[in-house]
Structures are given as structure tokens and as C-alpha cells.
């Protein structure tokens, strides 16, 4: 069987690979099914796709069920430090997927990768962050002729694409998969908190129990990361800047206070915003000796590198694997966690399978749905439908033996009715 295009590290880790991504399918039973559906109907022959995501075993099996619908698909890692090489190879030359993904690359060559899969003229984008979308419509705009639609996976990419929009720059129909009641509970709230957790575990080796952790953002994902702190015994302090969220925090126990009285007292600070410089050079020169930053928030601008490394009189590289120490002048030191990067997947393996079986089987459905049709949705930013999250909720429930009420004919009439 002839190869697709592809640049990875190494097509002999593809062995191994396969080991990891079945691994991962054992806990995405819902996907499974997903997948046996897609196969029996082919409902995306013809279709190319290009996709700008985190190149782990779980995306592995998203792609492999489009890849049983019918879809022929081009990857670019969405991330250089998520990328697993393995999968990658496992992917070429065991799935049929072009990839272009090294485990580590550069910014040059991630740009490069974007341009690759572009390449293909696809018909559909799946986006993790929106660089995808925001190269075609700025670069390559002679593609957009080709392409009916998309997905967008995170928080930060769906504020893009709705400033595209609002703009009248967004020239194509995007959905947000990430709005979906499913993706915000699960790979948010628990898949966030839980891997976030992993990634400061694996990077530090620390003592959570009595120790300050400063979660920046009480969003979702902050949402999660608290729980789990303090489930841990940590002393959680949230900062914000939504008023109602802060709100919420209070009466969920949380101290609340701005980072200015935050970050000089916590042991471990952690960015989950999708926005900039949460921890500016002020925070940064406040912070205690052993300090530890981490960034779970997507782009790697929550934590303002640059001021950092001004600050530093010396970098010690790698002290532990993902760990970098930087010197100040007065001896403290402060540890930066996967460069700044997200951390769950820097210095972890990312969310849990089982909890990117929900998400992953709701954007394979919604990619299904954008094929039927597309013909319906002008440019814009879109909506799930409930019934694509709904069927995925009770996917799950099935695969895990778990039943729930139905409503009898009595109580819809009641609760369809106003004169009941």
C-alpha cells in the first residue's frame, strides 16, 4: 500500500504507536461506536479533510473513524510538545493519514506543516486553536472556494473565529465544538483538572497537600483544577477578572484575591485563561523562592516568557524533564513548566482517553452533520446541535451500563403545554 504524504520523526516507532492508540480505544467506547456507524454508511466518501490538532493516540482514533466514513485526511500537530512520534508513525503507515508532525519542532517548521495540509484542498478544517483557519483566510484564501465547513475545539479558538466573524473576516461556516454541554463538563472541567494535576506531578514531584496554588481563570477548566487541588489538599486561590465568576468561586469556598496579592504568596501558579500575560513581570518579580509556573490555558503567551528571561541572570535547562529554573538576582529561583506550553500535554499525556471519547464522538458526528449539510450554513460561527451532544451523553451512559428515566407521554404534554 503506497503511503500517504507525510513528514514524521521516524516511520519505525509505528509499531509501538499502534500499541498506544489501541490502548487509548479501549477507554472511547463511545467513539467505537461512532466509528461502526461510519463505516456501515460512508457518510463522508469524497471528502478530504485537514486538521490542525495534538497528535496523541486519542486524535489518532477520531481520525481513524472519519478515515471509516470515507474521508481521506491530512494532520498538522496543533502543538511541538504534544506531538507523540510514535502515534504519528502509527498513523501513515498503519491508518492511511498524511502527518506532518515532529515531536519538538520549531516555529518555522510548524508553519510549514500548516501550509502542508492546506495543501491538500480540503473540504472540511478541524482546528484546535483556530491557526489553522486564521492561515487559510489570511494566506490562502483560493482554498475557502473548496471548503463547507469546520470544527473548533477550544475556548481560545472559538473567541478567534467569533472576532473573525464579528469582523466579516470568517468566509466559511465553523462549529463550536467546544460550546457543547459535554466538551465545557468533561474534557474541561474534569479532563483539565485531572491532566493538568498529571502534568505538575510528573514535571515537579512535588507535595500538593499544604501547599498555595494560585489558578488564574475559574472558567471550566479553572473550575476543574481547583476541585482537584483542593481534593488534594492544596490551598486553592483563584484570581479573576469576570466579576460573576468570581462571585462563584467565593461560594465555593475559594480565596479570591488579584494576582498582584496572589502570586507573591503561591507555592504553584497555574494559567487556564486563553488569554495574555495573566502573570506579568511585576508578578513575576514578586514571586517566592521555588515558585512554580505552569500554563494549561492553550497558547503559550499566558505567562509573559520574555519578562522572565529578562528577570533570569541564569536558565538551567531541564532540571527535571519540562522543568526549567530560572535564577534572579537576588538567588530566588522559579520553575517554568513545558516552556509554558500546556503543561497537561507537555509534561503529560493530556486528558484521559475516556474523556476525549465524548468529545471526539461529538466532533466525528458533527463533522457528519457539516457534510450533510452544509448547504444550509452560511459563514459564521455555528452551533452543535443538541441532538449530536444528547446522542454522545447517551452513547456513553450505554457503553458504560448505565440507565436513566424516560419521560411518559403525560409529563411531555405537561411540559409542552402552557395550559397544563
Request: with cysteine.
Amino acid at each position: 500500500m503506497a503511503l500517504p504524504p507525510y513528514d514524521v520523526a521516524d516511520l519505525g516507532l509505528a509499531q509501538a504507536g499502534v500499541r498506544r492508540v489501541e490502548w487509548a480505544e479501549r477507554a472511547m467506547p463511545a467513539l467505537r461506536r461512532v466509528h461502526d456507524r461510519f463505516a456501515a454508511e460512508r457518510p463522508l466518501t469524497g471528502l478530504r479533510i485537514a486538521a490542525c490538532m495534538h497528535v496523541t493516540a486519542e486524535t489518532a482514533n477520531i481520525l481513524r473513524a472519519l478515515r471509516a466514513g470515507g474521508a481521506e485526511i491530512a494532520l498538522a500537530a496543533s502543538n511541538p510538545v504534544s506531538t507523540q512520534d510514535d502515534t504519528a508513525a502509527a498513523l501513515v503507515s498503519e491508518y492511511g493519514v498524511a502527518v506532518f508532525a515532529r515531536a519538538g519542532m520549531d516555529p518555522a517548521t510548524y508553519d510549514r506543516n500548516l501550509a502542508a495540509v492546506l495543501d491538500q484542498r480540503p473540504h472540511i478544517l478541524l482546528d484546535d486553536g483556530c491557526d489553522l483557519v486564521n492561515l487559510a483566510h489570511l494566506e490562502r484564501p483560493d482554498l475557502l472556494a473548496d471548503t463547507i465547513g469546520g470544527c473548533e475545539q477550544t475556548t481560545t479558538g472559538v473567541i478567534r473565529l467569533r472576532r473573525m466573524s464579528a469582523d466579516g473576516a470568517l468566509k466559511v461556516p465553523m462549529v463550536a465544538v467546544n460550546d457543547t454541554a459535554t466538551k465545557r463538563m468533561f474534557d474541561n472541567r474534569y479532563g483539565t483538572g485531572q491532566s493538568t494535576i498529571d502534568g505538575i506531578m510528573r514535571a515537579t514531584n512535588t507535595m500538593l497537600a499544604g501547599r498555595t496554588m494560585v489558578v488564574a481563570g475559574f472558567g471550566y477548566c479553572g473550575r476543574g483544577l481547583a476541585e482537584r487541588a483542593r481534593g488534594m489538599g492544596a490551598r486553592v486561590i483563584v484570581t479573576e477578572v469576570d466579576p460573576v465568576k468570581a462571585l462563584d468561586a467565593v461560594m465555593q469556598g475559594y480565596t479570591v484575591l488579584p494576582m498582584d496579592e496572589a502570586a507573591p504568596i503561591g507555592d504553584i501558579l497555574v494559567t487556564v485563561t486563553g488569554n495574555r500575560d495573566v502573570v506579568r513581570a511585576g508578578h513575576l518579580a514578586s514571586l517566592k523562592d521555588g515558585a512554580v509556573l505552569a500554563n494549561s490555558g492553550h497558547f503559550d503567551v499566558e505567562i509573559d516568557l520574555p519578562a522572565l528571561e529578562a528577570l533570569a541572570v541564569e536558565v538551567r535547562r531541564e532540571v527535571r524533564p519540562q522543568a526549567d529554573e530560572y535564577v534572579l538576582a537576588d538567588g530566588r529561583r522559579i520553575v517554568l513548566l513545558a516552556e509554558g506550553r500546556l503543561v497537561n500535554l507537555g509534561a503529560a499525556e493530556g486528558h484521559p482517553a475516556a474523556v476525549m471519547d465524548m468529545s471526539f464522538s461529538v466532533q466525528a458526528l458533527t463533522v457528519a452533520w457539516i457534510a450533510e449539510r452544509h448547504a444550509d450554513l452560511g459563514p459564521g460561527v455555528h452551533e452543535v446541535p443538541r441532538e449530536i451532544d444528547t446522542e454522545v451523553a447517551r452513547l456513553e451512559l450505554e457503553a458504560l451500563g448505565v440507565g436513566i428515566d424516560r419521560l411518559t407521554t403525560d409529563q411531555e404534554d405537561y411540559l409542552n403545554s402552557w395550559r397544563a
